[in-house]
């Protein structure tokens, strides 16, 4: 952060109970400061990684080893000199410009795959030891200026200023017009779109096909006007209604009537007795009207509590 102000993972983070098990610099968290929850910092993004990720990834880097200090963004540390310096410095050199040609060429099968083992290689090595580590109020590529900047590792990305404007000077627009000046004027017409409306929205155009001239072949197949004969289902229309199924016509009140009661004394005789034997009037007990009616799920079960509660 940019006020070096302490941070920590939110509750719900699988790093929030995490306890260092090095000593003090081998093991970082890296984080993104886009989210947060709380007033204490709590971040969302968080990954931990030990020291030679944070040296290698680092914005800006340099080492001074005659003192045996190093400075990496805006911290300082004491360091033991070693191999890992030269490796740390030229994989420094070669991480960021290769992978900005890969992502030009927007085809990561180009970035170095023995380059791609160093990394991997250096980053899996035992965390370089990093003492008295401190915060510092300005990052390192903010100090050094001058001839000491030499010494500096850092990488510049190229600067994006959007597509090149084109050379040819535009027309100043103002009021209305000024707002919508990213809009281009010129209309693209799709064909498929105009096809579609042109069959399903719009008339045909009629005229145009007659005026085609038929080919000679298509002249063979052409019925002669004398034996044309004329289509007059377009003024009967109401008198071809079989073509869309059977018409519906509605019944009078008295045929309704009739019919309920049909129905209502064809159900009395189904539940009553059956209309058909000679006995009139039987009369079944409610359990096995239920039952006729309605299957078993409705039977009446006799309730054996009383007997139960009797009996003890």
Not at 54 to 65: C, R
Not at 223 to 235: A, F, I, R, S, Y
Not at 256 to 273: P, Q, V, W, Y
Request: proline share 5%; charged share 35%; aromatic share 8%.
């Amino acid at each position: 952060l940019d006020s070096n102000s302490e941070v920590s993972p939110f509750r719900g983070s699988a790093n929030a109970d995490y306890q260092m098990s090095g000593q003090d610099g081998d093991e970082w968290m890296v984080f993104s400061d886009a989210m947060k929850m709380g007033r204490f910092n709590s971040i969302m993004d968080s990954s931990l990684v030990f020291s030679p990720f944070v040296l290698l990834f680092a914005k800006a880097l340099m080492i001074d080893e005659k003192k045996n200090e190093i400075r990496f963004d805006k911290w300082y540390a004491a360091i033991d000199n070693g191999p890992w310096v030269k490796e740390l410095m030229d994989l420094r050199k070669r991480v960021l410009p290769q992978f900005k040609e890969a992502i030009e060429a927007r085809d990561l099968a180009q970035y170095p795959r023995d380059l791609t083992e160093r990394i991997a290689k250096f980053c899996c090595r035992i965390p370089i030891k990093l003492a008295k580590v401190e915060p510092v109020g300005r990052s390192i590529d903010e100090e050094v200026t001058g001839a000491a900047a030499k010494h500096l590792s850092k990488f510049e990305w190229p600067k994006d200023d959007g597509p090149e404007e084109e050379e040819e000077e535009e027309e100043e627009h103002w009021g209305l017009d000024a707002g919508f000046s990213g809009v281009s004027a010129k209309k693209e017409s799709d064909p498929h779109l105009e096809a579609f409306l042109n069959e399903r929205l719009f008339e045909r155009k009629q005229t145009a096909e007659e005026r085609k001239e038929k080919s000679r072949e298509e002249k063979l197949y052409e019925v002669p006007t004398e034996l044309q004969v004329p289509d007059n289902t377009e003024g009967h229309a109401d008198k071809m209604s079989w073509i869309a199924g059977l018409a519906e016509v509605p019944l009078g009140i008295e045929h309704k009537l009739a019919n309920i009661e049909a129905t209502e004394k064809a159900k009395r005789d189904f539940l009553h007795g059956d209309g058909g034997s000679s006995k009139k009037g039987v009369v079944m007990e409610p359990d096995a009207v239920t039952r006729k009616a309605f299957g078993s799920r409705f039977m009446h079960m006799p309730d054996k509590s009383a007997s139960s509660k009797g009996a003890t």
